[in-house]
């Protein structure tokens, strides 16, 4: 094997200076204060907030959701209309088996994203095929069939009246869902929080670097010896699993779930989600769940029938001001702002 | 031991076009030579079916003894087959370290891994710091690629291919684009690659190839023309008249 040839011998002020470059990497790749910042404020929002939890329990169902496509998009460049479909699967796989005296909640998260985990698996193949369009395309037919295929099933499914009786025990054989919601509030923070963790661990992994790669330049990539299509596959996979897992815990918190949660809405809005908040930053589409169904709150208070025509307009303004999205604009506001703290001390200084 | 890479017999039309046309072609062990050939003649063509990128209508292509004309193109990465581009293909929004990271990372077949931390694989990020110091790129190790002079990005074209550590080396127009007098650092570079690394070049820039090659062969019209020493072609009169010939007027 011919390896390349040392520049110099090397000395120890070489090796120095190479282990100084790993531990850049490893700096940069460690927790920010604002992210700890970040994830005191759903603990805030228990004490302060009380009477939203329903409302935030949402949020973080969103959010988990928009977390899973944001994987898909973000990182690994695929583009989907119908994230929907893993979303949904999983929420009826959670729905049965709590009607059908499995509510147990663990098992039933779980058992959902397994499901929607292999759809996702079975389906890559189709979506790897061919261009952004047909991704689009495939993606969305995908999820249309679906949602016909459970509106057709009444006798599981229950159709368009959606699924009833549905009970979920008590979270680990303890905690049992109130009717105030604060269980399930935690429930879905705590759930949102540790997916976020396996996320952002994947991401710094070298297979998230991987994935970046993809995402940035195939062509280079497959000359580096990449299997391309193997490692989309699996971004796909973990993504549908994980909108499964989201899906599972909409079910279980609300103990309901209709063919809403397969529709293409549904899937139009985690898109929305993840483009507001800002693809492939990972908080990205956490914070444009927040905004969206806090923006839907508000807006639908002042005006029940036009607070769309709001979002619609604030989202083209974002496009046109911020092009990373809500993360991006923050990001910029933050540079402009050393920036602006460097110019002050420096002219202070002269 | 065989050739380092070998073709018998290539052929690829494009539609009545014979793009590729009966090529036989060695590069020896440890062999620095050079293809040229005036514009049109298939040379990037001939790139795409060694690495993989296009499949030959006819002919085999052999690589340290294995006949690799059937498997695809990563597989003949791993099998020590490593290009760079005419056109830089880098990525754009990571570091050169970033970049020469993920390429060490997967020639040591990791990027399959998903739990463990890039920033925990010292190894593999120190091997990117020392071959990026090799290449006097340290400087630049934490600047996005895109924000990168041109040069830098030519050299970080020739960084990804070393990090696979390959057998053979195909350099498709590595000097394309850097203008005259930054070249030095390219040639610097060139002239430091292995021994034990067998080079095809793909080059116009005729300076360079006299400079660096011990055999050339001339592709004209899809078939090598000739093939011989650097003396040998600068000596032949069919080589003066397609190509030499044809740049003096140019």
Known sequence: MGSIPKAAPATDSGDIKFKAEAEYLRAKASWRPYELVFWLLPIAAYFLLPKQLVLLSRVAVMGLFALSLDLILGYAGIISLGHAAFFGLGGYTAGLLAQHGFGEPISGLVMGALAAGILGFATSFLVMRGSDLTRLMVTLGICLMLMEAANKMRWLTGGADGLQGIAVSPILGVWTFD??????????????????????????????????????????????????????????????????????????????????????????????????????????????GLALIVAQYLLSGISPEYWQFWVGIAFIALVF??????????????????????????SQGG | MGAALETRGLMKLFGALAVANNVSLTVEQGARHALIGPNGAGKTTLVNLLTGVLVPNAGRVILNNVDITDEPQYRRVSLGLARTFQVNQLFPNMTPLESVALAVAERRCTTGRWWPRLARSSQTIEEAAELLDHLRMLDYAHEPSKTLPYGRQRMLEIALALALQ??????????????????????????????????????????????????ISVLVSGSILVEGTPEEISADPRVREVYLGEAAHG
């Open chain 1, 179 to 288: 009717l105030f919601g604060r269980t399930a509030y935690i429930y879905s923070m705590a759930v949102l929080f540790l997916v976020f963790l396996l996320i952002r661990r994947v991401i710094r992994s070298p297979y998230g670097l991987a994935l970046r790669g993809i995402k940035e330049n195939q062509r280079r990539m497959q000359a580096l010896g990449t299997p391309v299509t193997r490692r989309l596959v699996v971004a796909y996979t973990i993504g549908a699993a994980l909108a499964g897992l989201a899906g599972a815990l909409l079910t279980q918190t609300t103990q309901f779930v209709s063919l809403d949660v397969l529709s293409f809405d549904k899937s139009a809005e985690v898109l929305l989600m993840v483009t507001l908040g800002g693809a492939g930053t990972l908080y990205g589409g956490i914070i444009g």
């Open chain 1, 321 to 346: 001001l911020a092009r990373g999205g809500l993360v991006g604009l923050a990001q910029k506001g933050v540079a402009a702002l050393s920036r602006g703290r460097g110019a002050r001390a420096a």
């Open chain 2, 166 to 215: 390959p057998r053979v080396l195909l350099l498709d127009e590595p000097a394309a684009g850097v203008p005259e007098g930054e070249g030095v650092e390219l040639y610097d570079a060139l002239a430091k690659l292995p021994s034990t690394v067998a080079v095809l070049l793909i080059e116009h820039d005729m300076n360079l190839v006299f400079r660096f090659a011990h055999r």
